[in-house]
């Protein structure tokens, strides 16, 4: 499975972004896709998931509300749609997928995830 993430740029604060996560390869085999972030000099930190046949997604409580992970079958790709985002929402923001039927939970964890993408830059200016 590869990944190309895409869709970060230079936004407002109050402006929304949707990134993008094109798969390729065994894409059928995809169980779960999840979202990271990782901003300048932090770790990086659990975004959002999907659990596509479970029919389930998490978000970090930092973004809830404001964003929204989804799958476009047909064209193998996950979307993050960003609303209302505040400066501290500035990193750079990877997709991963795994394989593995994890629980939801697991899911927030990076090593969890076995394919990741090359990460995207979103800056939010105050």
């Known amino acids: 499975v590869q990944l190309q993430a895409s869709g970060g740029g230079l936004v407002q604060a109050g402006d929304s972004l949707r990134l993008s996560c094109a798969a390729s390869?065994?894409?059928?085999?995809?169980?779960?896709t999840g979202w990271f972030r990782q901003a300048p000099g932090k770790e990086r930190e659990f975004v959002a998931a999907?659990?596509?046949?479970?029919?389930?997604?998490s978000y970090a409580d930092s973004v809830k509300g404001r964003f929204t992970i989804s799958r476009d079958r047909v064209e193998n790709t996950v979307h993050l749609q960003m609303t209302n985002l505040k400066p501290e929402d500035t990193a750079v923001y990877y997709c991963?997928?795994?394989?593995?039927?994890?629980?939801?939970?697991?899911?927030?964890?990076?090593?969890?995830?076995?394919?990741w993408g090359q990460g995207t830059q979103v800056t939010v200016s105050s």
């Open positions: 991963a997928a795994t394989t593995s039927r994890l629980i939801i939970s697991s899911l927030f964890q990076s090593v969890a995830y076995e394919f």
């Open positions: 390869g065994r894409t059928f085999s995809i169980y779960a």
């Open positions: 999907g659990r596509w046949s479970a029919g389930s997604r």
